[in-house]
C-alpha cells in the first residue's frame, strides 16, 4: 500500500519526466529552423530595407522585378559565390534571394561535391530535420534574348520549409548548359524562395527529371567528355 511519501515520490517522479520531455520538445522546435534569409537579406521582408534606388530595377521573364548586387545595399557578399540576384513581387516583397558561382573548365564532378558539401552544411547550421532530396534533371531553359531553348544538366539537392507561414525552399544545384551555344558556364546555384516563385520562374522552361544513368548519358549530348571511357 502506497503512503502519502510514496505518492508524493510518485508523482515528483512523473512531473521530472514531463518536465524533460516538455524541455527537449521546446529546445528541438527553437534550434531547428529553416532559413530565413541568405546574405544578409530576409525572405518575405520589404526590398525598400535594402535599397533606396527604386529606379535600378527591371522586370524578369517571368513578371517579378529582378535586383542585381550593384544595385542593393545591406546584402552581405559570400566569398564562395560571385554574383547575386534577388526577386521582388508586385508589392515589393522579396520572394527570391539567389547566389551564382560560376566555373571555367569545370569537371562536372568538382560543381556536384561542392554543392553536396554546401548542402550538408546548411543541414548542419540549421539542424534541418528534413533531408535534402538529390534531382537529376534534364532542363530546357526558355533564353529570352535568342527566344530559343538552351539545354542544361542540372544536379539539384532541395528541401522544403515555411518562411513567415509560406511554403519556402532552399536549393543547392550544379547547372551545365549545352556547350555548343557558347553562351552561358556552368554554374554552382544557391537559393533560397518562395515556393510559388520557384512555380512561376518554371513555367517557360520545360523540366524532365531523370534516373542518374541517363543524366550521366546527357552530358555527351551537351558536349562533356567527363565520362568517356567510363
Not at 1 to 18: C, D, G, V
Not at 116 to 133: R, T, V
Request: net charge negative; glycine share 4%; proline share 2%.
Amino acid at each position: 500500500m502506497l503512503t502519502s511519501n510514496n505518492n508524493y515520490l510518485w508523482y515528483a517522479y512523473i512531473m521530472k519526466i514531463l518536465l524533460t520531455l516538455i524541455v527537449l520538445f521546446f529546445s528541438s522546435s527553437v534550434v531547428a529552423e529553416f532559413p530565413t534569409k541568405l546574405f544578409g537579406v530576409e525572405l518575405n521582408d520589404d526590398i525598400k530595407n535594402y535599397t533606396k534606388n527604386q529606379k535600378s530595377m527591371e522586370l524578369s521573364d517571368h513578371g517579378f522585378l529582378d535586383w542585381y548586387y550593384v544595385d542593393l545595399e545591406k546584402l552581405i557578399p559570400n566569398l564562395n559565390f560571385e554574383s547575386y540576384r534577388i526577386f521582388q513581387d508586385e508589392n515589393d516583397i522579396i520572394v527570391s534571394i539567389q547566389g551564382y558561382k560560376p566555373y571555367d573548365n569545370l569537371k562536372v564532378s568538382d560543381c556536384v561535391e561542392d554543392a553536396n558539401q554546401l548542402s550538408d552544411f546548411l543541414k548542419s547550421k540549421y539542424e534541418l530535420s528534413k533531408e535534402f532530396e538529390i534531382n537529376y534533371i534534364k532542363e530546357s531553359f526558355y533564353d529570352s534574348l535568342s527566344e530559343e531553348y538552351i539545354l542544361f544538366n542540372v544536379y539539384e539537392r532541395k528541401v522544403t520549409g515555411t518562411v513567415k507561414n509560406k511554403k519556402s525552399l532552399l536549393q543547392v544545384s550544379c547547372e551545365f548548359p549545352d556547350r555548343k551555344t557558347g553562351r552561358y558556364r556552368s554554374f554552382l546555384h544557391l537559393k533560397l524562395q518562395n515556393y510559388s516563385f520557384e512555380k512561376k520562374e518554371d513555367e517557360k522552361n520545360i523540366l524532365e527529371y531523370v534516373s542518374f544513368n541517363e543524366f550521366v548519358k546527357n552530358f555527351k549530348e551537351l558536349g562533356y567528355n567527363d565520362f568517356v571511357g567510363l
